[in-house]
């Protein structure tokens, strides 16, 4: 039953991949042959890597031909298991590394997701540095940048960068596909500490709960107590009617997110840089996120080049109530925190009624007061999340209140 | 079978390079020749047509008339770089003459040199002493050259020709504009290059001096970066370059988010160091990350109202800016890479053309590279000591040439922004394939994955040490590297046929390069 199944890329363009091709065989073992840019470095490593891998999936006679450019250890197993699969779809041993202690990290359902760095799954050459920009979150996709008959092979590459890439304490974050293949997706990344999952084209809150119940019974299976948060993103008129009740249709929902390149060629618009044709969509998207208590993120800037047009579009999107944008290029990533960040007459207003609100509480006050004026509690709020975010930004250093008692003795002044 | 000596680096070295003796690298500022400086011999300008006209029909009337004989000495330059034509035909007159056994002696050579290698095979060049990459590259490293290669810094190329370590019998020097005379200069013709500094040596202490020309003027040619009075011969040809090779139109600044990850920080860490202040000076080139370096530096510098006093070049078109918008007062340039850097040069009195005898030179009293105070890099491997390699890619094979790499080493600051590795190959190792700068003079490795910053360089850790800049032991991102490409690399499996010596600032012989296999 001599069978056949090729997974990966070669030719002298491709970076950090490879290209592996197993023919199965009855009998005579293993032939292995390797060619590799790395080969008078690495050679002896990925044969070993290879051979290692064959019999974790119980492969005892194939002929392998393994063309490298530099792929790392994480990509080459991957593209492995791919080619035996393929190969042999009836195989459903794994080929998994050990997980690295870089990839044991937790998250937080109220963290900053002001940056989410999209990476497409099948492109492990974009995985290894991408925690090096500081995204707050990365987003391996499997979805719309991974082509319909590749999606099984970046489903091992993805599993495999979950085990391996340092993400450098980014929130990890996979996106799934619509319908069946993203259950099937579920079933590679669940066990894989992954933090958040993009569901794609929520229409209905029904599309969450089957994400969420589809989780419970993968980790019910395997004994995982780990929490996964969900982000459903609105990418329909329809999903945009419903906004609210998506984002409230499981506890583990943290953020929606609104995905405007479908949207708006679902209601037969232009998509313009001045975004007319989807305001409302967007502040049903900020309103029904904060209805639901979690966060509004918004869309993608997909000009790579134009980061004056990336930051206007990210102080608009703050000035709506969005706390978070999409990023399809790692230079966006600063622009996008900067943008974000409170200003510095945020800041200086924050600080001083942060600083009233102290004295207030040391004093056994029930009335914060600033000068002439009553602080509501409401107001009060916003300024310890202004000065949270601009201690996380940077622009605060962490000892501010003496170097404002000091500056200007007691805390008082107009607003 | 070469006899190898070890060196203060702990490096073992030829005795003997090509039958002359050679002297192992002994330290940094430890080897001081003694004697007089060479000399071409003594010219009368009588023997000289007195109307000034030096023309000759062609480049083998040219050699012939200059004696060319076997084994005899033949430089040129690369101002233009990968669009040279007269390397190629200057030795397909050589063959014509029936000469054998030549030494070539050029400041580079590039891929377009290929056609030597014919040469090489029919004995009319023995071997080649300049920096080989591409096909020249791996002929060398195959162990297929009769000679053994020598790789100098264009300054130790320049100590080379001055203590007579190398004596030159007839210099060829390509010349985008010259008069009759042998004036010559770089900076205007169809391929104009900027500069001619790499030939300055050459045109002075050759035996024999031939300029060759594209771009014929009447006397005077003004300005003479090359003076006619040390010239011999002039030959005129219908083209002596591709004028898109020589330079290109526009200077491209990497797209790679890493590679400008890293120039970002290397600019930042100038910064929190303290060097970028009002006088400051800064050197770096025309690669990716040392390009968007200075335009992070740049902007960093308007933001702070900061000016340069200089940069030195390679200039780009971006360092142009730079003086044009006063930035800097001047642009002391060694080679320029792109048209607006050529046209900068002609029409700026402020955009200065220097040499490897201003800038390099080991046997000046006093260069310029040592006053620059901060100069940026790149390398092929560094090592947990800081030494590094700039000449053989990790599997020993030869890559590029030293330039004026070793040199820029002894700028206050010496910074290599570089990536902590490529593919899977590992930038950041136990020890490098082959050294070409001793870690004691590198202060700073910038790689995306964290600064390091030479023990030695107390000062500089203090000065940094309230920095936001992700500073980590070299030992420590070198063993992350290690954990990403799954494990050490293996070394490079070589033969003992020696087939390039490394030569130090001085003269002396700090590594070599041994035989690969062959694909």
Not at chain 2, 333 to 354: I, K, P, W
Request: hydrophobic fraction near 40%.
């Amino acid at each position: 039953m001599p069978s056949r199944g090729e997974a990966g890329r070669r030719g002298d363009l491709v970076r950090s991949d490879c290209w592996i091709e197993v023919e199965l065989k009855d009998s005579g073992g293993v032939t292995l042959e390797v060619q590799s840019k790395v080969g008078v470095l690495y050679g002896d490593e990925i044969e070993s890597l290879v051979t290692a891998g064959l019999i974790q999936m119980g492969v005892e006679n194939a002929t392998v031909s393994v063309v490298d450019q530099g792929a790392l250890p994480f990509a080459l197993a991957a593209r492995l298991e791919a080619a035996v699969r393929r190969a042999d779809p009836a195989r459903e041993v794994p080929y998994l590394l050990p997980m690295s202690e870089r990839c044991v990290y937790g998250s937080d359902p109220e963290r900053q997701r002001r940056s989410r760095l999209y990476l497409p799954g099948n492109e492990p050459k974009f995985f290894i540095n991408a925690g090096l920009h500081k995204p707050d979150g990365v987003i391996l996709d499997l979805e719309d940048s991974v082509a319909p008959r590749e999606k099984d092979a970046a489903r091992v590459m993805v599993r495999n960068a979950l085990r391996a890439v340092d993400f450098v304490g980014a929130e990890r974050m996979v996106r799934i596909n619509q319908g069946e293949s993203g259950m099937k997706d579920l079933e590679w990344i669940v066990p894989q500490n992954v933090h958040v999952i993009l569901i794609p084209k929520v229409e209905h809150p029904r599309q969450v709960d089957k994400v969420q119940n589809r989780i419970e019974d993968i980790q019910r299976e395997l004994g995982l107590k780990n929490t996964i948060f969900l982000m459903p993103i609105i990418e329909s008129a329809k999903g945009a009617w419903r906004a609210l009740e998506i984002a409230a249709a499981a506890d583990t929902v943290v953020a929606l997110a609104i995905g405007l390149e479908d949207y708006t060629a679902d209601i037969g618009a232009e998509r313009t840089l001045a975004g007319r044709e989807s305001f409302w969509a967007r502040s049903q998207v900020i309103n029904g996120a904060r209805a639901a208590g979690v966060q509004p993120i918004d869309t993608v800037f997909s000009d790579v080049t134009d980061m004056e047009g990336l930051r206007a579009s990210v102080l608009e999107a703050k000035s709506l109530g969005f706390v978070g944008k999409g990023c399809i290029h790692p230079r966006q990533i600063a622009v996008v925190h900067e943008a974000f960040a409170p200003t510095e007459a945020e800041i200086g207003r924050a600080k001083r009624i942060v600083l009233a609100f102290e004295k207030a509480d040391r004093e056994g006050l029930g009335v914060v007061s600033l000068g002439s004026k009553m602080i509501d509690p409401p107001v009060v709020k916003r300024a310890l999340n202004t000065v949270a975010a601009a201690l996380a930004a940077g622009k605060l250093p962490s000892d501010w209140r003496e170097a404002e008692e000091a500056d200007s003795g007691t805390p008082e002044g107009s607003l | 079978m070469t006899n190898l000596v070890e060196n203060a680096a702990g490096r073992f070295v030829p005795a003997e390079i090509n039958g002359e003796s050679a002297v192992a690298y002994q330290g940094i500022g430890k080897y001081h020749p003694t004697g007089r400086k060479a000399a071409p011999v003594i010219s009368s300008c009588s023997d000289y047509p007195a109307d000034g006209d030096k023309v000759v029909a062609d480049l083998k009337t040219a050699l012939a008339n200059a004696d060319l004989k076997d084994g005899m000495t033949i430089s040129t330059h690369h101002h233009l770089r990968n669009g040279d034509f007269v390397a190629n035909q200057l030795f397909d007159a050589a063959a014509e003459l029936g000469v054998k056994d030549l030494r070539w002696f050029p400041s580079a050579s590039f891929p377009c040199h290929a056609p030597i290698i014919k040469h090489l095979e029919a004995g009319v060049v023995h071997h080649i002493e300049g920096s080989m990459n591409g096909p020249l590259g791996d002929y060398c490293s195959e162990g297929r050259m009769r000679g053994m290669a020598v790789l100098r810094s264009h300054g130790g190329r320049y100590q080379a020709v001055q203590d007579g370590e190398v004596h030159i019998d007839i210099a060829v020097i390509a010349a985008p504009t010259a008069d009759t005379f042998g004036n010559a200069t770089g900076d205007r013709g169809p391929s104009g290059c900027g500069l001619l500094g790499f030939a300055l040596a050459d045109s002075q202490y050759a035996e024999h001096v031939i300029v060759v020309t594209d771009n014929l003027v009447p006397f005077p040619c003004v300005p003479w970066q090359i003076q006619g009075n040390y010239v011999d011969q002039v030959v005129v040809l219908d083209s002596i370059g591709d004028p898109h090779k020589i330079v290109s139109g526009t200077t491209q600044i990497t797209k790679s988010p890493d590679r400008l990850l890293i120039a970002e920080m290397t600019a930042q860490f100038c910064v929190d160091a303290g060097i970028v202040r009002d006088g400051f000076s800064f050197q770096a080139g025309a690669g990716g990350t040392a390009l968007s370096f200075a335009l992070f530096l740049r902007d960093l510098m308007r933001d702070q109202k900061v000016k340069a006093r200089f940069i030195r070049g390679g200039s780009t078109q971006y360092l142009v800016e730079m003086l044009e918008e006063g930035l800097t007062d001047y642009i002391l340039d060694g080679q320029t890479f792109d048209l607006v850097g050529v046209r900068s040069m002609r029409e700026n009195a402020n955009h200065v053309n220097t040499s490897p005898f201003t800038s390099y030179n080991w046997h000046g009293k006093g260069n310029f590279a040592s006053m620059v105070e901060v100069v940026v890099l790149g390398a092929t491997e560094v090592d947990v000591d800081f030494n590094a390699n700039v000449v053989t890619h990790s599997d020993g094979r030869l890559l590029h040439g030293i330039g004026g790499w070793q040199n820029c080493l002894f700028s206050q600051c010496t910074i290599l922004p570089i990536p902590s590795f490529r593919d899977r190959i590992p930038v950041l190792v136990d020890e490098v394939t082959t050294l070409c700068g001793p870690g004691e003079l590198i202060d700073v490795i910038v790689t995306e994955r964290g600064i390091a910053i030479n023990p030695l360089r107390r000062d500089l850790i203090e000065c940094l040490h309230n920095s936001t800049l992700p500073i980590r032991p070299i030992a420590e991102i070198k063993a992350e590297v290690e954990e990403i490409c799954g494990g050490p690399p293996a070394k490079p499996e070589v033969g003992e046929k020696v087939v390039a010596a490394i030569k130090w600032v001085d003269g002396t012989v700090i590594d070599c390069v041994k035989q690969v296999p062959t694909d």
